[in-house]
């Protein structure tokens, strides 16, 4: 490691911890509004997936045959779907369908990459060229279609949505961490190490992936927007959260091609959800990059 490059990255490093974690919460809200904007409407989003039985107004699975298809008012925020029920109860209840599939299957996917993609670039050799090779066929389908074939392939639950779309992920988390893991190595601590007997496996768990937790973090943010859309679009097409549980995916299917000119509220609240939490992962991911890369620092 260099002077030129050495130098910033530990004068920040020394400067975060010095600040606490106010003060760079503050500093950062401060550098980066919009980045800070998108992880408060994040945290919203968390909190009413945690907090749906309290801030819905109806079950939302209840049917209501005299209320099918009715406006939003007082009584139904959001209005009704075809069936009578409240689709404000079913956003905030879908959210945590939604929103739990994302995260699970975000950190599934890239701690699974980031674990091959250390283990690949530390040690190199045939070991990296098998590994790259079976990544590159993964890879070569997008992550969408990939998803849908081992969606069909599982059939319709949580659990196995969840696992189609962390596996389209892990190739992704692989490249990203294993290029870091490239650079990382050839560093002179990691050469310290070696000379002090330190085993392989001690170097790459204790020395090599700690300091892939930046790369780690701004691609666990990017993929998550990824993810949430991967399973609207699974649930839209039929594979993905089964009825009666709601999902913003679900909610769009039934509504999409028959009632969304009789009623748009149907297709306006579900969608409007997936674009917010997706812009707002999106934007987090970009300031956290920023945040974390000293190369990006101040820019």
Same mark, same amino acid.
């Given at each position: 490691?260099?002077?030129?490059?050495?130098?910033?990255?530990?004068?920040?490093?020394?400067?975060?911890?010095?600040?606490?974690?106010?003060?760079?919460?503050?500093?950062?809200? &401060?550098?980066?509004?919009?980045?800070?904007?998108?992880?408060? $409407?994040? !945290?919203?989003? /968390?909190? +009413? %997936? #945690?907090?749906?039985?309290?801030?819905?107004?109806?079950?939302?699975?209840?049917?209501?045959?005299?209320?099918?298809?009715?406006?939003?008012?007082?009584?139904?925020?959001?209005?009704?779907?075809?069936?009578?029920?409240?689709?404000?109860?079913?956003?905030?209840?879908?959210?945590?369908?939604?929103?739990?599939?994302?995260?699970?299957?975000?950190?599934?996917?890239?701690?699974?990459?980031?674990?091959?993609?250390?283990?690949?670039?530390?040690?190199?050799?045939?070991?990296?060229?098998?590994?790259? &090779?079976?990544?590159?066929?993964?890879?070569?389908?997008?992550? $969408?279609? !990939?998803?849908? /074939?081992? +969606? %069909? #392939?599982?059939?319709?639950?949580?659990?196995?949505?969840?696992?189609?779309?962390?596996?389209?992920?892990?190739?992704?988390?692989?490249?990203?961490?294993?290029?870091?893991?490239?650079?990382?190595?050839?560093?002179?601590?990691?050469?310290?190490?070696?000379?002090?007997?330190?085993?392989?496996?001690?170097?790459?768990?204790?020395?090599?992936?700690?300091?892939?937790?930046?790369?780690?973090?701004?691609?666990?943010?990017?993929?998550?927007?990824?993810?949430?859309?991967?399973?609207?679009?699974?649930?839209?097409?039929?594979?993905?959260?089964?009825?009666?549980?709601?999902?913003?995916?679900?909610?769009?299917?039934?509504? #999409?091609?028959?009632?969304?000119?009789?009623?748009?509220?149907?297709?306006?609240?579900?969608?409007?959800?997936?674009?917010?939490?997706?812009?707002?992962?999106?934007?987090?991911?970009?300031?956290?990059?920023?945040?974390?890369?000293?190369?990006?620092?101040?820019?």
């Amino acid at each position: 490691m260099n002077v030129e490059t050495a130098g910033p990255s530990l004068d920040a490093a020394a400067s975060f911890h010095r600040r606490g974690p106010a003060g760079n919460f503050f500093l950062f809200c &401060r550098e980066k509004p919009l980045g800070a904007l998108a992880a408060v $409407l994040l !945290l919203v989003m /968390v909190l +009413a %997936a #945690a907090f749906a039985e309290t801030l819905a107004t109806h079950d939302p699975i209840r049917t209501d045959h005299e209320h099918t298809l009715a406006r939003p008012d007082r009584t139904h925020r959001f209005g009704t779907d075809n069936l009578g029920r409240d689709i404000y109860s079913r956003i905030m209840y879908g959210a945590r369908v939604s929103l739990a599939v994302g995260i699970a299957s975000t950190l599934l996917g890239a701690v699974f990459g980031g674990l091959i993609g250390v283990i690949s670039g530390y040690f190199g050799g045939w070991l990296d060229l098998m590994t790259q &090779r079976i990544m590159d066929i993964l890879q070569g389908l997008p992550l $969408l279609i !990939l998803a849908l /074939v081992m +969606a %069909a #392939a599982l059939g319709p639950s949580i659990e196995n949505v969840i696992v189609a779309i962390s596996v389209p992920i892990i190739p992704r988390a692989q490249r990203v961490i294993r290029a870091s893991v490239l650079a990382i190595r050839e560093f002179a601590y990691i050469e310290a190490a070696r000379a002090l007997g330190v085993g392989h496996l001690g170097i790459a768990f204790r020395h090599v992936l700690p300091n892939t937790v930046g790369p780690f973090i701004v691609l666990s943010t990017a993929q998550f927007g990824s993810a949430i859309l991967v399973e609207a679009a699974l649930s839209f097409l039929g594979l993905g959260v089964p009825e009666p549980y709601p999902s913003w995916g679900r909610m769009l299917s039934i509504s #999409a091609a028959e009632f969304a000119q009789k009623a748009p509220w149907m297709v306006l609240f579900p969608g409007t959800a997936i674009s917010l939490v997706v812009f707002a992962s999106n934007l987090l991911g970009d300031a956290v990059r920023d945040k974390l890369d000293p190369r990006l620092r101040g820019v």
